[in-house]
T-cell receptor
Framework: EPEVTQTPSHQVTQMGQEVILRCVPISNHLYFYWYRQILGQKVEFLVSFYNNEISEKSEIFDDQFSVERPDGSNFTLKIRSTKLEDSAMYFC?????????????FGSGTQLSVL | AQTVTQSQPEMSVQEAETVTLSCTYD???????LFWYKQPPSRQMILVIRQEAYKQQNATENRFSVNFQKAAKSFSLKISDSQLGDTAMYFC???????????????FGKGTRLHILP
């Protein structure tokens, strides 16, 4: 089965530093998402992306966050100035289309630790 | 706003037994999807089973089946003949269906940690 690939699997950074989390969605998929899960808590929606622009974002996704699809294959999440509370597992997901039973594929996640 | 509630934070059962995980949800939507996702210790999110709200028949996937009660807004997961590999966190989840597109902003419950004991 095709996979969504996320790199790195673990990232450690200092508070205030910028981080970029990388995702390679399944090649023919058109809709892309970022979710996050703080340890021990539920998975939360951050942002959806289609046709090179943000479709929807949650209140978590403030000005410190941005997403980009720079080259047609990668889908990145940038956190401009990390805070301690950004420590979480970040999941990328993709799907081909949303008008039928196509399922959402999740990556294995990037564990971000902000020190 | 939609909410998903899982009232069992943690459960343990013996291998080969049957276990049922509970989930209730609240929505004013008539058309939607419900899901159960499994998250093993690796923390990957794996889709276990999916139910379309307009279908009355309960979804099944091998040892996994659901009891979907639309009027009661209840969506429980039954795991038959449980195996050690079923040990994981299980999340119930909801997404609305607008008729011509599926909103993939998924609303997750807080999860039930399931331990299968040898």
């Amino acid at each position: 089965e095709p996979e969504v690939t996320q790199t790195p699997s673990h990232q450690v950074t200092q508070m205030g530093q910028e981080v970029i989390l990388r995702c390679v969605p399944i090649s023919n998929h058109l809709y892309f998402y970022w979710y996050r899960q703080i340890l021990g808590q539920k998975v939360e929606f951050l942002v959806s992306f289609y046709n090179n622009e943000i479709s929807e974002k949650s209140e978590i996704f403030d000005d410190q966050f941005s997403v980009e699809r720079p080259d047609g294959s990668n889908f990145t999440l940038k956190i401009r100035s990390t805070k301690l509370e950004d420590s979480a597992m970040y999941f990328c997901a993709s799907t081909l289309r949303t008008d039928n039973n196509e399922k959402l594929f999740f990556g294995s996640g990037t564990q971000l630790s902000v020190l | 706003a939609q909410t998903v509630t899982q009232s069992q934070p943690e459960m343990s059962v013996q291998e080969a037994e049957t276990v049922t995980l509970s989930c209730t949800y609240d929505t004013s939507e008539n058309n939607y999807y419900l899901f159960w996702y499994k998250q093993p210790p690796s923390r990957q999110m794996i889709l276990v089973i999916r139910q379309e709200a307009y279908k009355q028949q309960n979804a099944t996937e091998n040892r996994f089946s659901v009891n979907f009660q639309k009027a009661a807004k209840s969506f429980s997961l039954k795991i038959s003949d449980s195996q050690l590999g079923d040990t994981a966190m299980y999340f119930c989840a909801f997404t609305k269906w607008a008729g011509w597109y599926r909103d993939d902003k998924i609303i997750f419950g807080k999860g039930t940690r399931l331990h299968i004991l040898p």
